[in-house]
C-alpha cells in the first residue's frame, strides 16, 4: 500500500502537539481520543465498579465498544450486566456517544466456564 498523509485541515510547517496527531490517528481507526482513552484506563473502577474493575481489564475501545478482558469465564458473563451502567457513566465523565458499549474476553489461559 503506498504512502499517504494523514488528511488535515490544513499542512502546517508548525509543530503540532502530540496529543493532536495521535488523536487524529487514532480517528482514522476508529478509536476515540488519547483523553478519552485515558479516563477510561484510570476512572476503569468508577465506571465498572471496584469488584469488577479487579476482575475485568479495559485493553482497548473499537468503534465505541470498550474491549475487556476478563479473569474468568464467570466474569465475562456477568460483565453484560455491567454495560448499561458502564455506558451512562462513561457518558457522563466524557459525553455522550464515546462508549456505546462492552465487549468481554476471557484471557488467555483462564478457565472458561
Known amino acids: 500500500m503506498p504512502y499517504s498523509p494523514l488528511p488535515s ?7 503540532v502537539h502530540l496529543s ?15 483523553d478519552a482513552l485515558t479516563t477510561i484506563r484510570e476512572r ?24 475487556a478482558t476478563a479473569t474468568s469465564g464467570v466474569w465475562a458473563s456477568q460483565a453484560k450486566w455491567l454495560e448499561p451502567a458502564l455506558v451512562e457513566r462513561a457518558a457522563e465523565l466524557l459525553g455522550p456517544g464515546v462508549v456505546e458499549g462492552l ?6 489461559g483462564a478457565r472458561r466456564v
Open 9 to 15: 485541515e490544513s499542512h502546517r510547517a508548525d509543530p
Open 44 to 67: 476503569w473502577s468508577e465506571l465498572v465498579g471496584p469488584q469488577a474493575a479487579d476482575a475485568l481489564v479495559p485493553v482497548a475501545v473499537d468503534h465505541g465498544r470498550v474491549v
Open 103 to 108: 465487549v468481554v474476553r476471557t484471557a488467555q
Open 20 to 34: 493532536e496527531g495521535l488523536d487524529r490517528v487514532l480517528a482514522g481507526l476508529g478509536a476515540p481520543p488519547v
